[in-house]
T-cell receptor, first 112, second 115 residues
Framework: GNSVTQMEGPVTLSEEAFLTINCTYT??????LFWYVQYPGEGLQLLLK?????DKGSNKGFEATYRKETTSFHLEKGSVQVSDSAVYFC???????????FGTGTRLLVSP | DAGVIQSPRHEVTEMGQEVTLRCKPI?????LFWYRQTMMRGLELLIY????????DSGMPEDRFSAKMPNASFSTLKIQPSEPRDSAVYFC?????????????FGQGTRLTVV
């Protein structure tokens, strides 16, 4: 079946540090890939997405590239801010299916 | 649009009581999802509907859980009887999937505590 594996957290960084959160997936077809972010006390919000191989999704300084050869969709940001502290979820949806399959989430803590 | 609206935001109930969680999806969306989030199990898909019809309820924990979508603008998730292990945050999400795009928009969740 389809699945998503994320690196365990928490990831603790100082402000302006470089961020990478690893995500790999298993899927039988050609899924769309997503990163969602959850701030404390809120629901999940779509951060970025990519729908085919080699696509790069980007938003708010975050980027992730759909790598079919390594089945990965790692999230990166060049310089994190305290306001980026949240839980980040990698997810996939198989083409033709509506439901999203989520990873376990990675908590990011950014200190001043 | 106001986004996905869930009510109540918080619910505290006693074991054995019936609990009903409510969701209003974004107008025009044709898919609706119920998720449960706990520290131990993360984010779990309970059930999803497409065009008001339940498509996959394999994530519903047991017969105590039931979900309905009587029309395109309203859904309920009911737990009867409730148990302490049902304590979690329950999220509703909706999406428009007619184009194959499965971007889901989430509500703010209902935090359920069963004592």
């Amino acid at each position: 079946g389809n699945s998503v594996t994320q690196m365990e957290g928490p990831v603790t960084l100082s402000e302006e540090a470089f961020l990478t959160i690893n995500c790999t997936y298993t899927a039988t077809g050609y899924p769309s890939l997503f990163w969602y972010v959850q701030y404390p006390g809120e629901g999940l919000q779509l951060l970025l997405k990519a729908t085919k191989a080699d696509d790069k999704g980007s938003n708010k300084g975050f980027e992730a590239t759909y790598r079919k050869e390594t089945t990965s969709f790692h999230l990166e940001k060049g310089s994190v801010q305290v306001s980026d502290s949240a839980v980040y979820f990698c997810a996939l949806s198989e083409r033709g299916f509506q439901k999203l399959v989520f990873g376990t989430g990675t908590r990011l803590l950014v200190s001043p | 649009d106001a986004g996905v609206i869930q009510s109540p935001r918080h619910e505290v109930t006693e074991m054995g009581q019936e609990v009903t969680l409510r969701c209003k999806p974004i107008s025009g969306h044709n898919s609706l999802f119920w998720y449960r989030q706990t520290m131990m199990r993360g984010l779990e898909l309970l059930i999803y509907f497409n065009n008001n019809v339940p498509i996959d309820d394999s994530g519903m924990p047991e017969d105590r859980f039931s979900a309905k979508m009587p029309n395109a603008s309203f859904s309920t998730l009911k737990i009867q009887p409730s148990e302490p292990r049902d304590s979690a945050v329950y999220f509703c999400a909706s999406s428009l999937t007619s184009t194959g795009n499965t971007e889901a928009f989430f509500g703010q969740g209902t935090r359920l505590t069963v004592v």
